[in-house]
Protein backbone atom coordinates (compact mmCIF):
# COMPACT_ATOMS: atom_id res chain seq x y z
CA UNK A 1 0.00 0.00 0.00
CA UNK A 2 1.37 3.37 -0.99
CA UNK A 3 2.68 5.34 1.44
CA UNK A 4 4.11 8.85 2.49
CA UNK A 5 7.36 9.82 5.02
CA UNK A 6 7.97 13.06 6.32
CA UNK A 7 10.51 14.00 8.13
CA UNK A 8 10.91 17.31 9.78
CA UNK A 9 14.88 18.77 10.38
CA UNK A 10 14.18 21.99 12.63
CA UNK A 11 16.64 25.56 11.75
CA UNK A 12 19.01 23.18 9.25
CA UNK A 13 20.08 24.46 6.13
CA UNK A 14 21.78 23.00 3.23
CA UNK A 15 22.33 24.41 -0.25
CA UNK A 16 19.56 24.16 -3.28
CA UNK A 17 21.63 22.86 -5.40
CA UNK A 18 22.71 19.93 -2.45
CA UNK A 19 19.00 19.39 -1.54
CA UNK A 20 18.23 19.13 -5.14
CA UNK A 21 20.82 16.43 -5.73
CA UNK A 22 19.13 14.79 -2.83
CA UNK A 23 15.93 14.74 -3.78
CA UNK A 24 16.85 13.13 -7.22
CA UNK A 25 19.12 10.05 -5.40
CA UNK A 26 16.11 9.34 -3.10
CA UNK A 27 13.92 9.35 -6.31
CA UNK A 28 15.92 7.00 -7.85
CA UNK A 29 15.75 4.10 -4.96
CA UNK A 30 13.82 1.44 -4.86
CA UNK A 31 10.41 1.60 -4.14
CA UNK A 32 10.11 4.95 -4.38
CA UNK A 33 7.76 7.22 -6.55
CA UNK A 34 8.21 10.96 -5.24
CA UNK A 35 10.24 13.19 -3.22
CA UNK A 36 10.73 16.61 -2.01
CA UNK A 37 13.25 18.24 -0.35
CA UNK A 38 12.82 21.50 0.55
CA UNK A 39 13.14 24.31 3.27
CA UNK A 40 10.18 25.41 4.36
CA UNK A 41 9.34 28.49 2.81
CA UNK A 42 5.94 28.96 1.62
CA UNK A 43 6.72 28.70 -2.09
CA UNK A 44 8.04 25.55 -1.46
CA UNK A 45 5.19 24.02 0.93
CA UNK A 46 3.13 24.92 -1.93
CA UNK A 47 5.01 23.06 -4.41
CA UNK A 48 5.14 20.32 -1.74
CA UNK A 49 1.10 20.53 -1.52
CA UNK A 50 0.52 20.28 -4.69
CA UNK A 51 2.21 17.37 -4.93
CA UNK A 52 0.41 15.28 -1.92
CA UNK A 53 3.90 16.07 0.17
CA UNK A 54 3.00 18.42 2.99
CA UNK A 55 1.34 17.69 6.24
CA UNK A 56 0.20 19.66 8.53
CA UNK A 57 2.71 19.66 10.65
CA UNK A 58 5.07 20.37 7.38
CA UNK A 59 2.85 23.53 6.59
CA UNK A 60 3.29 24.76 10.07
CA UNK A 61 7.14 24.65 9.59
CA UNK A 62 9.10 28.32 9.30
CA UNK A 63 11.57 28.99 6.16
CA UNK A 64 14.54 27.94 8.56
CA UNK A 65 13.15 24.24 8.84
CA UNK A 66 14.03 21.57 6.63
CA UNK A 67 11.30 19.25 5.14
CA UNK A 68 12.15 15.91 3.47
CA UNK A 69 8.79 14.01 2.42
CA UNK A 70 9.08 10.74 0.65
CA UNK A 71 6.03 9.12 -0.75
CA UNK A 72 6.57 5.26 -1.90
CA UNK A 73 5.11 1.27 -2.95
CA UNK A 74 4.55 0.73 0.97
CA UNK A 75 5.66 2.28 4.48
CA UNK A 76 9.01 -0.05 4.60
CA UNK A 77 10.27 1.43 1.10
CA UNK A 78 9.66 5.47 2.74
CA UNK A 79 11.51 4.25 5.97
CA UNK A 80 14.66 2.93 4.34
CA UNK A 81 14.98 5.49 2.20
CA UNK A 82 14.10 7.60 4.68
CA UNK A 83 17.53 6.05 6.92
CA UNK A 84 19.95 7.04 3.94
CA UNK A 85 19.24 10.96 3.57
CA UNK A 86 22.30 11.20 6.43
CA UNK A 87 24.81 8.67 4.30
CA UNK A 88 23.47 10.53 1.02
CA UNK A 89 24.35 13.82 2.39
CA UNK A 90 28.03 12.71 4.34
CA UNK A 91 28.58 10.66 0.84
CA UNK A 92 28.55 14.18 -0.94
CA UNK A 93 30.99 16.06 1.39
CA UNK A 94 33.06 13.26 1.09
CA UNK A 95 34.20 13.96 -2.17
CA UNK A 96 34.57 17.77 -1.44
CA UNK A 97 38.75 18.19 -1.40
CA UNK A 98 38.47 20.72 1.72
CA UNK A 99 39.44 18.67 4.69
CA UNK A 100 38.18 21.12 7.05
CA UNK A 101 35.07 23.11 6.66
CA UNK A 102 34.88 26.89 9.11
CA UNK A 103 31.84 27.58 10.60
CA UNK A 104 32.10 30.96 9.71
CA UNK A 105 33.79 33.32 7.22
CA UNK A 106 35.38 35.23 10.46
CA UNK A 107 36.67 31.72 10.35
CA UNK A 108 37.56 31.02 6.61
CA UNK A 109 39.15 34.67 6.63
CA UNK A 110 41.71 33.65 8.89
CA UNK A 111 42.14 30.26 7.01
CA UNK A 112 42.70 32.32 3.46
CA UNK A 113 43.47 35.87 4.67
CA UNK A 114 44.32 36.63 0.60
CA UNK A 115 41.16 36.28 -0.29
CA UNK A 116 40.05 38.95 -2.58
CA UNK A 117 36.40 37.67 -2.53
CA UNK A 118 33.54 36.42 -1.10
CA UNK A 119 30.99 34.31 -2.80
CA UNK A 120 27.86 34.52 -1.42
CA UNK A 121 24.88 32.76 -2.26
CA UNK A 122 22.96 31.70 0.95
CA UNK A 123 19.29 32.76 0.96
CA UNK A 124 18.42 36.58 0.28
CA UNK A 125 17.16 37.19 3.79
CA UNK A 126 20.32 36.49 5.11
CA UNK A 127 22.67 37.65 2.24
CA UNK A 128 23.17 41.32 2.85
CA UNK A 129 24.65 40.24 6.27
CA UNK A 130 27.20 37.82 4.72
CA UNK A 131 27.82 40.59 2.03
CA UNK A 132 28.38 43.23 4.95
CA UNK A 133 30.81 41.22 7.01
CA UNK A 134 32.44 40.14 3.66
CA UNK A 135 33.22 43.54 3.67
CA UNK A 136 34.32 44.40 6.90
CA UNK A 137 37.50 41.85 6.37
CA UNK A 138 38.17 43.97 2.88
CA UNK A 139 36.62 41.81 0.68
CA UNK A 140 35.27 42.17 -2.73
CA UNK A 141 31.85 40.72 -2.70
CA UNK A 142 30.32 38.36 -5.68
CA UNK A 143 26.91 38.47 -4.75
CA UNK A 144 24.82 35.55 -6.45
CA UNK A 145 21.96 35.66 -3.91
CA UNK A 146 18.50 37.05 -5.00
CA UNK A 147 15.40 39.01 -2.57
CA UNK A 148 17.90 41.09 -1.64
CA UNK A 149 16.43 44.76 -0.34
CA UNK A 150 17.15 47.76 -2.92
CA UNK A 151 17.74 49.66 -0.11
CA UNK A 152 20.28 46.76 1.19
CA UNK A 153 21.78 47.00 -2.09
CA UNK A 154 22.28 51.11 -2.07
CA UNK A 155 23.92 50.52 1.15
CA UNK A 156 25.95 47.60 0.38
CA UNK A 157 27.15 49.45 -2.41
CA UNK A 158 28.02 52.35 -0.81
CA UNK A 159 29.95 51.34 1.87
CA UNK A 160 32.00 49.09 -1.00
CA UNK A 161 32.56 52.21 -2.85
CA UNK A 162 33.82 54.48 0.02
CA UNK A 163 35.94 51.13 1.06
CA UNK A 164 37.18 50.60 -2.35
CA UNK A 165 35.84 47.66 -2.91
CA UNK A 166 33.22 46.09 -5.82
CA UNK A 167 30.05 44.43 -4.94
CA UNK A 168 28.92 42.73 -8.06
CA UNK A 169 24.77 41.55 -7.39
CA UNK A 170 22.78 40.80 -5.98
CA UNK A 171 21.33 38.41 -8.24
CA UNK A 172 24.73 38.42 -10.21
CA UNK A 173 24.80 35.16 -11.91
CA UNK A 174 27.82 35.91 -14.17
CA UNK A 175 31.77 37.08 -13.91
CA UNK A 176 35.10 36.02 -15.19
CA UNK A 177 38.15 37.15 -13.02
CA UNK A 178 41.26 36.40 -14.96
CA UNK A 179 40.10 33.96 -16.42
CA UNK A 180 38.09 32.20 -13.69
CA UNK A 181 34.33 31.84 -13.66
CA UNK A 182 32.74 33.35 -10.82
CA UNK A 183 29.01 31.59 -10.74
CA UNK A 184 27.46 30.89 -14.46
CA UNK A 185 30.26 30.95 -17.12
CA UNK A 186 31.69 30.02 -20.14
CA UNK A 187 35.21 28.41 -20.74
CA UNK A 188 36.48 31.22 -22.13
CA UNK A 189 39.81 31.98 -24.15
CA UNK A 190 41.84 35.03 -22.58
CA UNK A 191 41.79 37.99 -24.67
CA UNK A 192 42.03 41.89 -25.47
CA UNK A 193 38.13 42.78 -24.68
CA UNK A 194 36.99 43.50 -21.00
CA UNK A 195 33.01 43.35 -20.35
CA UNK A 196 30.82 45.39 -17.74
CA UNK A 197 27.09 43.57 -18.02
CA UNK A 198 23.81 44.15 -16.24
CA UNK A 199 23.11 41.14 -17.30
CA UNK A 200 24.44 37.62 -16.54
CA UNK A 201 23.06 35.86 -19.45
CA UNK A 202 23.93 38.88 -21.44
CA UNK A 203 27.46 38.54 -20.59
CA UNK A 204 27.56 34.89 -20.88
CA UNK A 205 25.93 35.42 -24.90
CA UNK A 206 28.90 37.68 -25.69
CA UNK A 207 31.61 36.56 -24.04
CA UNK A 208 31.11 33.25 -25.78
CA UNK A 209 30.30 34.79 -29.19
CA UNK A 210 33.56 36.67 -28.47
CA UNK A 211 35.50 33.39 -28.42
CA UNK A 212 33.58 31.91 -31.05
CA UNK A 213 35.19 34.96 -33.30
CA UNK A 214 38.64 33.80 -32.21
CA UNK A 215 39.48 36.45 -29.86
CA UNK A 216 39.29 36.43 -26.08
CA UNK A 217 38.36 38.34 -23.12
CA UNK A 218 40.42 39.91 -19.83
CA UNK A 219 37.43 40.16 -17.50
CA UNK A 220 33.58 40.33 -17.38
CA UNK A 221 32.13 42.60 -14.62
CA UNK A 222 29.04 41.39 -13.82
CA UNK A 223 26.98 44.39 -11.72
CA UNK A 224 23.63 42.91 -10.87
CA UNK A 225 20.50 43.98 -12.86
CA UNK A 226 19.43 46.95 -10.58
CA UNK A 227 22.98 48.57 -10.49
CA UNK A 228 21.93 50.98 -13.61
CA UNK A 229 18.35 51.94 -11.79
CA UNK A 230 17.95 55.57 -10.10
CA UNK A 231 17.88 54.30 -6.81
CA UNK A 232 21.74 52.46 -7.16
CA UNK A 233 22.77 54.84 -9.31
CA UNK A 234 25.58 52.47 -11.45
CA UNK A 235 27.73 52.12 -8.82
CA UNK A 236 29.35 48.83 -9.41
CA UNK A 237 29.13 49.69 -13.27
CA UNK A 238 31.11 52.93 -12.99
CA UNK A 239 34.23 51.24 -10.92
CA UNK A 240 33.83 48.09 -13.38
CA UNK A 241 34.29 50.90 -16.03
CA UNK A 242 36.95 52.95 -14.20
CA UNK A 243 38.49 49.13 -13.68
CA UNK A 244 38.68 48.00 -16.79
CA UNK A 245 40.02 51.39 -17.75
CA UNK A 246 43.27 51.72 -16.09
CA UNK A 247 44.08 47.86 -16.80
CA UNK A 248 46.67 48.01 -19.31
CA UNK A 249 45.40 44.61 -21.05
CA UNK A 250 41.83 45.78 -21.87
CA UNK A 251 41.94 47.23 -25.35
CA UNK A 252 38.49 47.44 -26.06
CA UNK A 253 35.33 47.76 -23.58
CA UNK A 254 32.00 46.38 -23.76
CA UNK A 255 29.20 47.81 -22.10
CA UNK A 256 25.65 45.66 -21.71
CA UNK A 257 23.10 46.19 -19.95
CA UNK A 258 18.83 45.64 -19.94
CA UNK A 259 16.73 49.06 -19.49
CA UNK A 260 18.55 51.54 -17.56
CA UNK A 261 17.69 54.76 -16.11
CA UNK A 262 18.47 57.34 -18.43
CA UNK A 263 20.59 59.78 -16.25
CA UNK A 264 22.76 56.69 -15.15
CA UNK A 265 22.92 55.98 -18.66
CA UNK A 266 24.16 59.46 -19.16
CA UNK A 267 26.66 59.46 -16.31
CA UNK A 268 28.37 56.14 -17.84
CA UNK A 269 28.39 57.08 -20.95
CA UNK A 270 30.52 60.18 -19.48
CA UNK A 271 32.54 57.52 -18.01
CA UNK A 272 32.89 56.09 -21.35
CA UNK A 273 34.07 58.78 -23.67
CA UNK A 274 36.98 59.53 -20.80
CA UNK A 275 38.29 56.21 -21.23
CA UNK A 276 40.34 56.57 -24.35
CA UNK A 277 39.29 53.36 -25.42
CA UNK A 278 37.16 51.47 -27.60
CA UNK A 279 33.62 51.08 -25.70
CA UNK A 280 30.56 49.17 -27.52
CA UNK A 281 27.78 49.24 -26.19
CA UNK A 282 24.58 47.43 -26.32
CA UNK A 283 21.75 49.38 -23.88
CA UNK A 284 18.14 47.91 -24.86
CA UNK A 285 16.12 50.35 -25.27
CA UNK A 286 18.41 53.05 -25.85
CA UNK A 287 18.16 53.05 -29.78
CA UNK A 288 18.59 57.27 -29.80
CA UNK A 289 22.68 56.67 -28.97
CA UNK A 290 22.96 55.35 -32.25
CA UNK A 291 22.62 58.99 -33.22
CA UNK A 292 26.46 59.38 -31.70
CA UNK A 293 29.39 59.28 -34.54
CA UNK A 294 33.47 59.92 -34.35
CA UNK A 295 33.74 58.97 -30.67
CA UNK A 296 35.68 56.33 -28.88
CA UNK A 297 31.62 55.01 -28.27
CA UNK A 298 30.28 52.71 -30.91
CA UNK A 299 26.39 51.45 -30.46
CA UNK A 300 25.48 48.11 -30.86
CA UNK A 301 21.79 46.89 -31.98
CA UNK A 302 22.43 43.34 -30.25
CA UNK A 303 24.16 40.86 -28.03
CA UNK A 304 25.93 39.60 -31.35
CA UNK A 305 26.60 42.79 -32.80
CA UNK A 306 28.33 44.13 -29.42
CA UNK A 307 30.19 41.15 -29.64
CA UNK A 308 31.63 41.43 -33.61
CA UNK A 309 32.68 45.21 -32.79
CA UNK A 310 34.43 44.77 -29.81
CA UNK A 311 36.62 42.13 -31.71
CA UNK A 312 37.21 44.43 -34.73
CA UNK A 313 37.76 47.44 -33.18
CA UNK A 314 40.92 45.20 -31.52
CA UNK A 315 43.96 46.68 -32.16
CA UNK A 316 42.32 49.51 -34.14
CA UNK A 317 43.31 53.49 -32.38
CA UNK A 318 40.45 54.84 -29.71
CA UNK A 319 39.25 58.28 -31.63
CA UNK A 320 40.04 60.74 -28.88
CA UNK A 321 36.86 62.51 -27.20
CA UNK A 322 35.56 65.83 -29.02
CA UNK A 323 38.25 68.78 -27.96
CA UNK A 324 36.87 71.55 -26.46
CA UNK A 325 39.20 74.88 -26.43
CA UNK A 326 36.78 76.43 -24.35
CA UNK A 327 38.05 77.11 -20.64
CA UNK A 328 36.77 75.94 -17.38
CA UNK A 329 33.35 77.08 -16.17
CA UNK A 330 32.53 75.12 -13.57
CA UNK A 331 34.34 77.64 -11.05
CA UNK A 332 31.87 80.24 -11.84
CA UNK A 333 28.49 77.90 -11.10
CA UNK A 334 27.75 78.26 -14.81
CA UNK A 335 26.04 74.79 -15.82
CA UNK A 336 23.33 75.22 -18.05
CA UNK A 337 23.11 75.39 -22.07
CA UNK A 338 19.72 77.93 -23.15
CA UNK A 339 19.17 77.03 -26.86
CA UNK A 340 17.05 79.33 -29.04
CA UNK A 341 16.23 77.76 -32.13
CA UNK A 342 14.08 79.70 -35.05
CA UNK A 343 12.61 75.97 -36.12
CA UNK A 344 11.37 72.91 -34.65
CA UNK A 345 13.26 69.95 -36.24
CA UNK A 346 16.06 71.43 -35.49
CA UNK A 347 15.69 71.78 -31.65
CA UNK A 348 14.03 68.04 -31.79
CA UNK A 349 17.33 67.12 -33.04
CA UNK A 350 18.73 68.56 -30.31
CA UNK A 351 16.42 67.58 -27.99
CA UNK A 352 17.01 63.67 -29.17
CA UNK A 353 20.70 64.27 -28.80
CA UNK A 354 21.25 65.61 -25.66
CA UNK A 355 18.70 64.12 -23.40
CA UNK A 356 21.75 60.96 -23.73
CA UNK A 357 23.84 63.41 -22.39
CA UNK A 358 22.06 66.06 -19.92
CA UNK A 359 19.86 65.41 -16.85
CA UNK A 360 17.65 67.75 -16.15
CA UNK A 361 16.53 68.89 -20.16
CA UNK A 362 13.54 70.95 -20.81
CA UNK A 363 11.49 72.47 -23.35
CA UNK A 364 8.45 73.64 -25.20
CA UNK A 365 8.19 71.12 -27.29
CA UNK A 366 9.45 68.19 -25.19
CA UNK A 367 10.14 64.51 -25.85
CA UNK A 368 8.90 63.60 -22.86
CA UNK A 369 6.25 64.56 -20.38
CA UNK A 370 8.75 65.38 -17.53
CA UNK A 371 10.60 67.61 -19.80
CA UNK A 372 7.78 70.17 -20.31
CA UNK A 373 8.54 73.67 -19.31
CA UNK A 374 6.12 74.90 -16.87
CA UNK A 375 6.12 78.20 -18.59
CA UNK A 376 8.18 78.86 -21.87
CA UNK A 377 9.15 82.28 -21.05
CA UNK A 378 11.36 81.15 -18.40
CA UNK A 379 13.85 78.74 -18.88
CA UNK A 380 14.72 75.70 -16.55
CA UNK A 381 17.99 74.48 -15.95
CA UNK A 382 18.73 72.60 -19.76
CA UNK A 383 16.57 74.34 -22.19
CA UNK A 384 15.86 74.20 -25.30
CA UNK A 385 13.10 76.72 -27.28
CA UNK A 386 11.90 76.39 -30.70
CA UNK A 387 10.73 80.44 -30.50
CA UNK A 388 8.85 79.20 -33.79
CA UNK A 389 6.21 77.69 -31.98
CA UNK A 390 2.23 79.26 -31.68
CA UNK A 391 3.06 81.21 -28.38
CA UNK A 392 5.71 82.62 -29.97
CA UNK A 393 4.61 83.82 -33.52
CA UNK A 394 1.09 84.67 -32.33
CA UNK A 395 1.02 88.49 -34.12
CA UNK A 396 4.48 88.45 -34.78
CA UNK A 397 6.87 87.72 -37.77
CA UNK A 398 8.68 83.96 -37.27
CA UNK A 399 12.18 84.27 -35.82
CA UNK A 400 13.80 83.35 -39.51
CA UNK A 401 11.89 86.72 -40.45
CA UNK A 402 12.23 88.86 -37.34
CA UNK A 403 15.23 88.52 -34.78
CA UNK A 404 13.34 90.93 -32.20
CA UNK A 405 12.64 87.89 -29.87
CA UNK A 406 15.83 86.17 -30.12
CA UNK A 407 17.65 88.99 -29.44
CA UNK A 408 15.25 89.77 -26.38
CA UNK A 409 15.76 86.18 -25.08
CA UNK A 410 19.22 86.20 -25.66
CA UNK A 411 19.90 89.04 -23.75
CA UNK A 412 17.81 87.38 -21.22
CA UNK A 413 19.48 84.01 -21.17
CA UNK A 414 22.98 85.72 -21.05
CA UNK A 415 22.71 88.01 -17.75
CA UNK A 416 22.27 84.69 -16.06
CA UNK A 417 25.08 84.09 -13.91
CA UNK A 418 23.97 80.37 -14.32
CA UNK A 419 24.44 79.86 -17.80
CA UNK A 420 27.47 78.62 -19.68
CA UNK A 421 26.62 77.69 -23.60
CA UNK A 422 23.59 79.78 -25.75
CA UNK A 423 23.22 77.75 -28.79
CA UNK A 424 21.65 79.28 -31.88
CA UNK A 425 20.31 77.92 -35.16
CA UNK A 426 20.61 80.95 -38.27
CA UNK A 427 19.14 79.82 -41.92
CA UNK A 428 20.02 80.99 -44.60
CA UNK A 429 18.30 81.24 -48.41
CA UNK A 430 15.42 82.44 -49.66
CA UNK A 431 12.40 83.67 -47.87
CA UNK A 432 15.11 84.24 -44.67
CA UNK A 433 15.84 86.99 -43.10
CA UNK A 434 18.40 89.47 -45.84
CA UNK A 435 21.72 89.49 -43.10
CA UNK A 436 20.56 87.78 -39.57
CA UNK A 437 24.23 88.20 -38.47
CA UNK A 438 24.07 92.14 -39.20
CA UNK A 439 22.12 91.78 -36.16
CA UNK A 440 22.68 88.62 -34.14
CA UNK A 441 26.32 88.51 -34.17
CA UNK A 442 26.94 92.46 -32.27
CA UNK A 443 24.23 90.29 -29.70
CA UNK A 444 26.42 87.74 -28.89
CA UNK A 445 29.85 90.11 -28.74
CA UNK A 446 27.70 91.84 -26.01
CA UNK A 447 26.47 88.75 -24.96
CA UNK A 448 29.71 87.42 -24.31
CA UNK A 449 31.85 90.47 -23.24
CA UNK A 450 29.47 90.97 -20.80
CA UNK A 451 29.66 88.17 -18.98
CA UNK A 452 33.40 88.61 -18.91
CA UNK A 453 32.82 91.64 -17.58
CA UNK A 454 31.00 89.45 -14.67
CA UNK A 455 33.49 86.95 -14.15
CA UNK A 456 32.03 84.50 -16.55
CA UNK A 457 32.87 82.69 -19.48
CA UNK A 458 29.97 82.29 -21.55
CA UNK A 459 30.01 80.34 -24.83
CA UNK A 460 27.86 80.79 -27.86
CA UNK A 461 27.73 78.36 -30.80
CA UNK A 462 25.99 79.30 -33.69
CA UNK A 463 24.97 76.84 -36.11
CA UNK A 464 24.60 78.16 -39.41
CA UNK A 465 22.50 75.91 -42.33
CA UNK A 466 23.29 77.15 -46.05
CA UNK A 467 25.31 77.01 -49.11
CA UNK A 468 27.62 79.01 -50.79
CA UNK A 469 24.98 80.15 -53.47
CA UNK A 470 22.49 81.33 -50.98
CA UNK A 471 21.47 85.26 -50.79
CA UNK A 472 23.14 85.94 -47.31
CA UNK A 473 26.80 84.80 -48.47
CA UNK A 474 27.86 81.98 -46.18
CA UNK A 475 31.11 82.80 -45.73
CA UNK A 476 30.51 86.28 -44.72
CA UNK A 477 28.05 85.62 -42.56
CA UNK A 478 30.00 83.22 -40.85
CA UNK A 479 33.14 85.22 -40.67
CA UNK A 480 30.44 87.72 -38.70
CA UNK A 481 29.78 85.32 -35.81
CA UNK A 482 33.04 84.12 -35.34
CA UNK A 483 34.38 87.21 -35.46
CA UNK A 484 31.69 88.21 -32.53
CA UNK A 485 33.07 85.77 -30.18
CA UNK A 486 30.65 82.70 -31.58
CA UNK A 487 31.78 78.83 -32.36
CA UNK A 488 30.04 77.84 -35.50
CA UNK A 489 29.16 75.06 -37.00
CA UNK A 490 27.77 73.70 -40.19
CA UNK A 491 26.05 70.66 -38.65
CA UNK A 492 23.07 70.97 -36.26
CA UNK A 493 23.90 67.44 -35.05
CA UNK A 494 27.62 68.32 -34.56
CA UNK A 495 26.78 71.34 -32.70
CA UNK A 496 24.57 69.13 -30.10
CA UNK A 497 27.22 66.56 -29.85
CA UNK A 498 29.75 69.24 -28.85
CA UNK A 499 27.41 71.20 -26.32
CA UNK A 500 26.65 67.45 -25.02
CA UNK A 501 29.88 66.53 -24.40
CA UNK A 502 30.90 70.29 -23.46
CA UNK A 503 28.40 69.94 -20.52
CA UNK A 504 29.09 66.78 -19.29
CA UNK A 505 32.72 67.35 -18.87
CA UNK A 506 32.28 70.00 -16.89
CA UNK A 507 30.32 68.09 -14.12
CA UNK A 508 31.33 66.80 -10.91
CA UNK A 509 30.86 63.28 -11.36
CA UNK A 510 30.55 61.47 -8.17
CA UNK A 511 33.72 60.53 -6.99
CA UNK A 512 34.27 56.78 -5.85
CA UNK A 513 37.17 55.43 -4.27
CA UNK A 514 39.18 53.25 -6.88
CA UNK A 515 39.01 49.50 -6.46
CA UNK A 516 42.63 48.19 -6.39
CA UNK A 517 43.83 46.92 -9.58
CA UNK A 518 45.68 43.71 -7.84
CA UNK A 519 41.54 42.16 -7.78
CA UNK A 520 42.11 41.67 -11.80
CA UNK A 521 45.33 41.04 -11.55
CA UNK A 522 46.64 38.38 -8.87
CA UNK A 523 45.26 34.44 -9.19
CA UNK A 524 41.46 34.06 -8.21
CA UNK A 525 41.28 33.29 -4.12
CA UNK A 526 38.19 33.20 -2.65
CA UNK A 527 35.46 32.16 0.38
CA UNK A 528 32.20 30.44 -0.65
CA UNK A 529 29.38 31.35 1.57
CA UNK A 530 26.33 29.00 -0.31
CA UNK A 531 26.14 27.00 -2.71
CA UNK A 532 29.12 24.28 -2.71
CA UNK A 533 28.76 23.79 -5.99
CA UNK A 534 30.55 27.23 -7.13
CA UNK A 535 33.50 25.78 -4.49
CA UNK A 536 33.80 22.94 -6.81
CA UNK A 537 33.75 25.22 -9.82
CA UNK A 538 36.49 27.43 -8.39
CA UNK A 539 38.50 24.18 -7.50
CA UNK A 540 37.87 22.87 -11.12
CA UNK A 541 39.98 26.06 -12.78
CA UNK A 542 42.24 26.43 -10.43
CA UNK A 543 41.36 29.22 -8.35
CA UNK A 544 42.12 28.97 -4.27
CA UNK A 545 39.00 28.32 -2.27
CA UNK A 546 37.17 27.97 1.30
CA UNK A 547 34.28 26.71 1.36
CA UNK A 548 32.24 28.15 4.47
CA UNK A 549 29.77 25.47 6.37
CA UNK A 550 26.96 27.92 6.57
CA UNK A 551 24.45 27.64 8.90
CA UNK A 552 21.45 30.61 9.33
CA UNK A 553 22.57 32.71 12.63
CA UNK A 554 21.08 31.87 15.85
CA UNK A 555 19.26 28.51 14.17
CA UNK A 556 17.17 31.51 11.61
CA UNK A 557 15.69 33.30 14.47
CA UNK A 558 15.35 36.92 13.20
CA UNK A 559 15.30 38.93 16.28
CA UNK A 560 18.22 37.45 17.92
CA UNK A 561 20.26 37.67 14.16
CA UNK A 562 18.84 41.38 14.70
CA UNK A 563 20.67 41.60 18.20
CA UNK A 564 23.73 39.88 16.87
CA UNK A 565 24.15 42.48 13.79
CA UNK A 566 23.78 45.34 16.39
CA UNK A 567 26.37 43.65 18.32
CA UNK A 568 28.84 43.66 15.61
CA UNK A 569 27.88 47.02 14.75
CA UNK A 570 28.87 48.09 18.05
Not at 129 to 141: D, F, Q, T, W, Y
Not at 290 to 302: G, M
Not at 327 to 345: A, E, P
Not at 384 to 401: A, K, N, S, Y
Request: charged share 20%; proline share 4%.
Amino acid sequence: MAATKIEIRRGTYYDSITLMQLQAELMNLPGISNAGVMLATNANKELLKEQGLLSAEAQECSGTDLIISIQGDNKAATVTALGKVDTLLSRRRSHDEQDYLPKSLEAAVKMLPEAQWVLVSVPGNYAASVAREGLRHGKNIFLYSDNVSLEDEVALKKDASEKGLLVMGPDCGTAIINEVGLGFANKVRRGPIGLVGASGTGLQQVTARIHQLGSGITHAIGTGGRDLSTSVGGITALQALDLLRRDSKTQVMVLISKPADSKVVSRLLQRAREARKHVVINFLGHSAMQLEKNTNLHFASSLDAAAELAVKLVDTPATSPRETSAGDMSQSGQKYLRGLFSGGTLAYETLLILQDYLPNLYSNIPLKKEQALANPLVSQKHTILDLGEDEFTVGRPHPMLDNTLRLQRLAKEASDPEVAIILLDVVLGYGAHPDPASELAPAISNAISSAQKNGRNLEVIVTVIGTDEDPQDLKAQIKKFKTAGARVETSSREAALYVGQRLQSQEKATELTAVDLKVLQQPLQAINVGLESFSESLREQGATVIHVDWRPPAGGNEKLISILERMKKS
